[in-house]
């Protein structure tokens, strides 16, 4: 059956030294190049968010990185600025062979809503066009990578399953920030969806 590989957010804001660093984010670019030509497709996935975002932490006053506010669309983290367009730290990591993709999908757009999965904003209604592709193209199964594996990663991988694909997410090729119990949460809901685990 065809297959994907799912590449999830290795961009600079997400790697040590960026404004939302994931611990060792940077460590797992060799093993993903390496993979790239084992698969029928590779999607790249980017986080690119206007300037005064609706999720950062400096859109609203009195609020710090890490506070949790309510949005019209469910409970929402404030993040430190990221990710922003035509921004150094938007770029995807200068080791990661961007010239194997076959799409790149961008993300989290929209100012008045995050988007951590690459295939639903996060009212989980609004799509962002991967699923159609991954249709059209014949891909039903999908093998995620990348970064954070508790939270773009988990949500890809949830949404993914949901819609029917059948998703293995390899754990040795993802790393997490793990906010306050958020890496066990989203393994147990990523399994609980359906999700393959590999290491």
Not at 107 to 129: C, L, M, Q, R, V
Not at 159 to 172: C, H, N, R, S, W
Request: with cysteine; net charge negative.
């Amino acid at each position: 059956m065809p297959n994907a590989l799912i590449v999830i957010d290795v961009q600079n804001d997400f790697c040590p030294g960026g404004a939302l660093a994931v611990a060792e984010g940077d460590q797992i670019i060799p093993q993903i190049n390496a993979m790239m030509g084992d698969f029928d497709a590779t999607i790249l996935t980017q986080d690119w968010h206007p300037q005064g975002h609706s999720s950062f932490a400096s859109s609203h006053a009195g609020k710090a990185p890490f506070d949790m506010i309510d949005m019209p669309y469910g409970a929402q983290v404030l993040w430190p600025d990221h990710c922003v367009q035509g921004t150094k730290g938007a770029n995807f990591h200068a080791d990661l062979n961007t010239d194997e993709a076959d799409m790149i999908i961008r993300k989290g757009y929209n100012p008045d809503i995050d988007s951590y999965s690459a295939f639903f904003e996060n009212d989980h209604k609004t799509p962002t066009g991967l699923e159609g592709y991954l249709r059209t193209r014949g891909i039903t199964t999908l093998t995620m990578v990348g970064l954070a594996t508790d939270f773009c990663m988990h949500f890809s991988a949830v949404d993914a399953a949901k819609l029917g694909f059948d998703v293995t997410v390899l754990e040795g090729a993802c790393r997490a920030i793990d906010m306050d119990g958020s890496l066990a949460s989203a393994r147990a809901a990523m399994q609980d969806a359906g999700v393959k685990l590999e290491s």
